[in-house]
């Protein structure tokens, strides 16, 4: 009977208190335009089931209190006592209840309400790459911030080894900014147009820099860190303004953020998963664009070693750029210098001191192969490019066709060449783009620390080894907090019933307020015991099982004072 009456009150506040709360819950994506209508009652509907685990507690508490209040004022608890039973036995059913709910709780934490949280974040997620590749291949635009984007094509693709998390590909691809009022100021054209999406918390300094709105750049990602990074490189652009200026470029990068894309984060992992989590951390994709972030510059460290190698021992040294494209550079070694605080790799000429490089360019009739020919040459970090390539610079350049068996002679000549994005065959960073993250920091450690802090290397080291770290503590505070509520569960339904018999004179609130308050107390210690955990471990700890003992310490002076009457 007494199991009876605690079911049916846990369930009946339960059920009004998770309705409340997932409905205050839906306010927030609802103003910020993230629902429509129809999204918000599946949005509360999902967020029903991880407010049980923050309701379950206070309903317990005030259904053990309600029962053992009615129970002491009605006298049945004198009855049960005059019989020869004792406190502990009049309390069992409170126990057993309190045990059943902590039960409930630890199931719902550990595999049920990571999914719906999953749910929850996804309905107020846009997905920007299946977005761009479902509107354009309908013939439409897609707006993202102050840009529409126009193309023929696009295309999703796996991500490369650059961090990205999505990627897509546009053929006749088309821009227009917009201002305030929503009239053009920038429009730019390409033949072909690439989009990585990177995590959020990806700085712009990780990945390309530079293009198209560079000068803009700082100050529109200002204050956007929640936000996901959009880098768009563009091939063949022609560009323009309203005033009528404009040119032509062979590339350019642009970047800018968007908000919402979803970003992978502990609460959505069950708990095998957050244990494993532990030991392959790049399952997050913030931590997994950061190992890729690593691993490129770990890799250009080698890559100047590995051209040098090839140009002595073959006299040549291939490259592809983000096309596939591929350049046959032909060349004595590679001379490393720092100009103006960069790192550069000037190309030696062979017999002759020409610099050669047989590349190609794309034709009515497919390919054209082409010989170029250069007094100076060097090799150096393209800016623009999202994987660590390389930029060739040629002075003082002739070109030919190599079909045509003309001479350099006949061919005018240029005083700059340049190609971009170019990536070592063999690339170096490709079996390090498939090192799990702490092999990886381990290998980069000693030449991270040679570099100095100040290099790129040094702040791609530091940078995964703090993330790394701060994951691994949020994943343990993620499991001890889950063991703790279900904890709390069971000392609260136990404090409600013992406070109750304690406290029968007085009102059934007002006694109840007698367990609400050291409730509050005890999930507001679990919670801030989890934040601390993520940044200092063990202090945290103590505190967020601190709040379930001292709440336990509670319930048992309580108990002690029942028993002397």
Same mark, same amino acid.
């Given at each position: 009977?007494?199991?009876?009456?605690?079911?049916?009150?846990?369930?009946?506040?339960?059920?009004?208190?998770?309705?409340?709360?997932?409905?205050?819950?839906?306010?927030?994506?609802?103003?910020?335009?993230?629902?429509?209508?129809?999204?918000?009652?599946?949005?509360?509907?999902?967020?029903?089931?991880?407010?049980?685990?923050?309701?379950?507690?206070?309903?317990?508490?005030?259904?053990?209190?309600?029962?053992?209040?009615?129970?002491?004022?009605?006298?049945?608890?004198?009855?049960?006592?005059?019989?020869?039973?004792?406190?502990?036995?009049?309390?069992?059913?409170?126990?057993?209840?309190? +045990?059943?709910?902590?039960?409930?709780?630890?199931?719902?934490? !550990?595999?049920?309400?990571? $999914?719906?949280?999953?749910?929850?974040?996804?309905?107020?997620?846009?997905?920007?790459?299946?977005?761009?590749?479902?509107?354009?291949?309908?013939?439409?635009?897609?707006?993202?911030?102050?840009?529409?984007?126009?193309?023929?094509?696009?295309?999703?693709?796996?991500?490369? %080894?650059?961090?990205?998390?999505?990627?897509?590909?546009?053929?006749?691809?088309?821009?227009?900014?917009? %201002?305030?009022?929503? !009239?053009?100021?920038?429009?730019?054209?390409? /033949?072909?147009?690439?989009?990585? +999406?990177?995590?959020? =918390?990806?700085?712009?300094? &990780?990945?390309?820099?530079?293009?198209?709105? !560079?000068?803009?750049?700082?100050?529109?990602?200002?204050? /956007?860190?929640?936000?996901? +990074?959009?880098?768009?490189?563009?091939?063949?652009?022609?560009?323009?303004?309203?005033?009528?200026?404009? =040119?032509?470029?062979? =590339?350019?990068?642009?970047?800018?953020?968007?908000?919402?894309?979803?970003?992978?984060?502990?609460?959505?992992?069950?708990?095998?998963?957050?244990?494993?989590?532990?030991?392959?951390?790049?399952?997050?994709?913030?931590?997994?664009? @950061?190992?890729?972030?690593?691993?490129?510059?770990?890799?250009?460290?080698?890559?100047?070693?590995? #051209?040098?190698?090839?140009? $002595?021992?073959?006299?040549?040294?291939?490259?592809?750029?983000?096309?596939?494209?591929?350049?046959?550079?032909?060349?004595?070694?590679?001379?490393?210098?720092? #100009?103006?605080?960069?790192?550069?790799?000037?190309?030696?000429?062979?017999?002759?001191?020409?610099?050669?490089?047989?590349?190609?360019?794309?034709?009515?009739?497919?390919?054209?192969?082409?010989?170029?020919?250069?007094?100076?040459?060097?090799?150096?970090? %393209?800016?623009?490019?999202?994987?660590?390539?390389?930029?060739?610079?040629?002075? &003082?350049? @002739?070109?030919?066709?190599?079909?045509?068996?003309?001479?350099?002679?006949?061919?005018?000549? /240029?005083?700059?060449?340049?190609?971009?994005?170019?990536?070592?065959?063999?690339?170096?960073?490709?079996?390090?783009?498939?090192?799990?993250?702490?092999?990886?920091?381990?290998?980069? $450690?000693?030449?991270?620390?040679?570099?100095? &802090?100040?290099?790129?290397?040094?702040?791609?080291?530091?940078?995964?080894? @703090?993330?790394?770290?701060?994951?691994? /503590?949020?994943?343990?505070?993620?499991?001890?907090?889950?063991?703790?509520?279900?904890?709390?569960?069971?000392?609260?339904?136990?404090?409600?019933?013992?406070?109750?018999?304690?406290?029968?004179? @007085?009102?059934?609130?007002?006694?109840?307020?007698?367990?609400? #308050?050291?409730?509050? #107390?005890? +999930?507001?210690?679990?919670?801030?015991?989890?934040?601390?955990? !993520?940044?200092?471990?063990?202090?945290?700890?103590?505190?967020?099982?601190?709040?379930?003992?001292?709440?336990?310490?509670?319930?048992?002076?309580?108990?002690?004072?029942?028993?002397?009457?």
């Amino acid at each position: 009977m007494i199991f009876g009456e605690l079911a049916k009150l846990t369930g009946l506040s339960a059920g009004v208190l998770v309705v409340i709360i997932a409905i205050g819950a839906a306010i927030k994506p609802l103003s910020d335009g993230l629902l429509d209508a129809g999204d918000a009652a599946l949005f509360v509907s999902l967020a029903m089931v991880p407010m049980l685990a923050f309701v379950l507690p206070f309903a317990a508490g005030f259904a053990s209190t309600l029962t053992y209040h009615r129970l002491a004022t009605s006298n049945e608890t004198t009855a049960a006592y005059a019989s020869g039973i004792s406190h502990r036995a009049v309390l069992m059913p409170a126990a057993v209840m309190g +045990l059943v709910l902590a039960l409930v709780v630890s199931g719902l934490n !550990e595999q049920v309400i990571p $999914r719906f949280l999953l749910q929850m974040q996804r309905l107020i997620t846009v997905d920007v790459s299946r977005l761009l590749a479902q509107e354009i291949s309908r013939g439409k635009p897609v707006r993202l911030e102050d840009t529409l984007i126009f193309a023929d094509r696009a295309e999703r693709v796996p991500p490369g %080894d650059d961090g990205a998390v999505d990627q897509v590909i546009f053929t006749n691809f088309a821009a227009i900014r917009l %201002d305030d009022k929503g !009239e053009p100021v920038q429009e730019v054209t390409a /033949r072909n147009a690439t989009m990585w +999406l990177f995590p959020p =918390g990806a700085a712009p300094g &990780e990945v390309a820099s530079g293009g198209a709105n !560079e000068g803009a750049s700082e100050a529109a990602l200002a204050g /956007r860190s929640d936000a996901s +990074l959009v880098v768009l490189q563009l091939d063949e652009v022609i560009a323009a303004d309203p005033a009528g200026l404009g =040119g032509f470029r062979d =590339g350019a990068t642009a970047q800018f953020r968007v908000p919402y894309v979803l970003k992978d984060n502990p609460k959505f992992l069950t708990t095998g998963q957050l244990a494993a989590l532990k030991r392959v951390p790049e399952r997050m994709n913030w931590i997994e664009s @950061r190992r890729k972030s690593l691993a490129n510059e770990l890799g250009k460290t080698s890559a100047w070693e590995a #051209i040098d190698k090839q140009l $002595r021992e073959g006299g040549k040294a291939t490259f592809v750029d983000a096309r596939g494209k591929s350049f046959v550079v032909q060349a004595s070694a590679l001379d490393r210098r720092v #100009i103006e605080g960069k790192e550069r790799g000037v190309l030696q000429g062979r017999a002759g001191g020409a610099i050669e490089v047989f590349h190609s360019r794309g034709g009515d009739k497919g390919d054209v192969q082409l010989h170029t020919l250069a007094r100076e040459a060097m090799l150096r970090i %393209d800016d623009r490019a999202t994987a660590g390539g390389l930029l060739l610079e040629m002075k &003082e350049v @002739r070109t030919r066709e190599v079909a045509a068996q003309n001479s350099f002679a006949q061919s005018p000549e /240029r005083s700059q060449w340049q190609a971009g994005n170019l990536v070592p065959v063999p690339n170096p960073v490709q079996p390090l783009a498939k090192t799990p993250t702490f092999a990886l920091l381990e290998q980069a $450690r000693g030449p991270a620390m040679a570099a100095g &802090e100040a290099s790129s290397l040094g702040k791609a080291y530091r940078d995964l080894d @703090r993330k790394t770290a701060e994951l691994v /503590r949020e994943a343990a505070s993620k499991q001890h907090e889950r063991i703790a509520m279900s904890l709390s569960v069971l000392v609260v339904t136990i404090c409600g019933a013992v406070t109750a018999l304690r406290l029968s004179q @007085r009102l059934p609130l007002t006694t109840y307020l007698w367990t609400f #308050i050291p409730g509050v #107390i005890t +999930l507001v210690t679990i919670s801030g015991g989890q934040q601390l955990t !993520e940044q200092l471990g063990l202090p945290g700890l103590l505190l967020m099982y601190g709040g379930v003992v001292g709440l336990a310490m509670y319930t048992l002076v309580q108990y002690r004072v029942v028993g002397k009457h």
